[in-house]
């Protein structure tokens, strides 16, 4: 009867503790419970801030936990033996003034972890806080670049454009990538002894339909505007020589880089700078705040 009796009183205390506990807001569907404002709360703190601050914690603990972030402790090491020697010290030497602080060696390592940590998520939270539109990159670029051409300050910048053609071969059920290599190996073959021409076999064998066409024939275009390995291709070709078979993500290509040219790129030089210029206002503005950036895209409640 005594045990019961007192599992009752028990169960009645707990039962009292949660009724008492009150939630006051939610982030991202997590409850802020009254007992944490009262935490950020001094003698005379202020309700909001200390409410801010609950949100805040559960924001940045939020972010560690979405991050995917993992600490190479190895790194921790390398960084603890940095700090040894910047100061002049032996690793044991390091390790003997950890001691006489009263500091553990474990407590010492997995305090730098954690700020390594807090350092990465901060870094991905200021990265996921930045919004720039088209609309806002073309509208500056244009300011800028009408503000260099009043003041004579206009700078013309130039750079190659490659005309190349190419066959491309796709991957299906029946054509496997060492047969696609295989093929487009002849199929080369056949255009260096002239058993065919380049437009012939694109036209006859190239699964890029509209180029295919064409000749193969792409035009005249800047290498970045194509896939990695495309790009890597064309910048080391020689002009009017075929390129051997290379794989990229759209399937197996051969390539020739049939001309070259120099083009204007100066409103492009002028879109890139105001790219910068727009990202580099908000980074100044969310590194002032990071955890402010968080508050961007969640989703917070405030309850009565």
Do not use: C
């Not at 169960?11 to 009150?22: D, I, K, P, Y």
């Amino acid at each position: 009867m005594k045990s019961i009796f007192l599992a009752v009183i028990g169960l009645f205390a707990v039962s009292t503790t949660q009724a008492a506990e009150r939630i006051v807001a939610t982030v991202n569907g997590i409850p802020v419970l009254e007992s944490q404002v009262k935490k950020h709360m001094g003698k005379k703190g202020d309700r909001q801030t200390a409410l801010d601050k609950a949100i805040d914690d559960i924001l940045v603990q939020q972010a560690i936990d979405n991050s995917g972030i993992k600490i190479n402790y190895a790194q921790v090491d390398q960084i603890i033996e940095g700090i040894a020697a910047q100061n002049g010290l032996t690793y044991g030497q390091l390790l003997d003034a950890l001691d006489y602080q009263g500091i553990s060696y474990n407590a010492y390592r997995q305090q730098i972890a954690n700020q390594l940590l807090m350092g990465e998520v901060r870094n991905q939270a200021i990265g996921q806080s930045i919004d720039v539109t088209r609309e806002q990159v073309e509208a500056l670029s244009q300011q800028l670049l009408q503000q260099a051409k009043e003041k004579g300050t206009e700078k013309k910048v130039s750079a190659k454009q490659y005309e190349v053609r190419h066959i491309l071969l796709k991957l299906n059920p029946l054509l496997s990538d060492t047969q696609a290599k295989a093929q487009l190996t002849q199929i080369r073959a056949d255009i260096l002894s002239g058993k065919t021409t380049f437009a012939d076999a694109a036209l006859k064998y190239s699964k890029d339909y509209l180029s295919g066409a064409n000749g193969g024939n792409l035009g005249f275009a800047f290498p970045e505007s194509y896939v990695g390995p495309f790009q890597k291709t064309i910048l080391s070709s020689k002009k009017g020589i075929i390129s051997a078979p290379f794989k990229t993500e759209f399937g197996w290509h051969i390539l020739e880089v049939t001309d070259t040219r120099e083009s204007d790129r100066t409103v492009d030089a002028y879109r890139q700078k105001a790219y910068e210029q727009l990202v580099n206002e908000q980074v100044k503005d969310v590194e002032r705040d990071w955890v402010k950036a968080l508050r961007k895209h969640a989703d917070i409640r405030y309850l009565k």
